[in-house]
């Protein structure tokens, strides 16, 4: 993976946070020295919680994992990947900044703003994730662009957010954030099944 002076950079909707976002969260402690999540707006979603609240659900899971490699960095949440590296690379000056999205999104990059300066300015780790093969001509246009692109051996449950809001189920939902989706009514779940 990458060396000690590197972080991992994991954003994600968190619309809620599932036990995948957890498992995956672990997994990157794994490979990486440090790793920094947030709650962010994507421009291609309609999300079911406002980012405050999504931020304070994803901020419960990072609490529970308890490990101080792990941050909650809110602060570099941005709708536009370009304008979070901008924000990494001053946080973390003289850091290999490595990007992670899920094999789901790797043949959207492409398309994304600024899409050479993205991948020009981290590595891509990509997480493989059930249904969503990553493939050659996907990996050859990414690295067509300058990106240098990585294969995550991880394993992550096959659940998602926008699973969870389609069809509400208490088992998907990180344990975390459970308390304070129930708080806020969000989603349609309830503590009675």
């Given at each position: 993976m990458s060396g000690p002076a590197s972080v991992a950079l994991l954003g994600t909707s968190a619309d809620p946070p599932t036990r995948g976002h957890q498992a995956l969260l672990e997994g990157l402690l794994g490979l990486y020295p440090r790793v920094a999540t947030w709650?962010?707006?994507?421009?291609?979603?309609?999300?079911?919680?406002?980012?405050?609240?999504?931020?304070?659900?994803?901020?419960?899971?990072?609490?529970a994992i308890g490990d101080p490699r792990l941050e909650l960095v809110q602060e570099l949440s941005s709708p536009w990947a370009i304008t979070t590296l901008e924000r990494a690379a001053q946080h973390w000056p003289a850091t290999q900044l490595v990007f992670v999205v899920g094999s789901d999104l790797a043949g959207q990059i492409p398309r994304w703003r600024k899409a050479e300066q993205v991948l020009r300015r981290c590595r891509l780790a990509v997480?493989?994730?059930?249904?969503?093969?990553?493939?050659?001509?996907?990996?050859?246009?990414?690295?067509?662009?300058?990106?240098?692109?990585?294969?995550?051996?991880?394993?992550?449950?096959?659940?998602?957010?926008?699973?969870?809001?389609?069809?509400?189920?208490?088992?998907?939902?990180?344990?975390?954030?459970w308390p304070l989706v129930l708080q806020h009514n969000l989603y349609g779940l309830s503590a009675h099944p």
């Open positions: 709650a962010s707006d994507n421009p291609m979603k309609d999300h079911g919680a406002p980012l405050e609240q999504r931020a304070a659900l994803l901020a419960a899971v990072v609490a997480v493989p994730r059930s249904g969503w093969p990553l493939d050659e001509p996907q990996l050859q246009a990414l690295r067509h662009l300058g990106g240098v692109v990585e294969e995550l051996p991880l394993r992550i449950p096959a659940t998602t957010s926008s699973q969870v809001r389609r069809q509400p189920a208490r088992d998907q939902v990180a344990a975390a954030a």
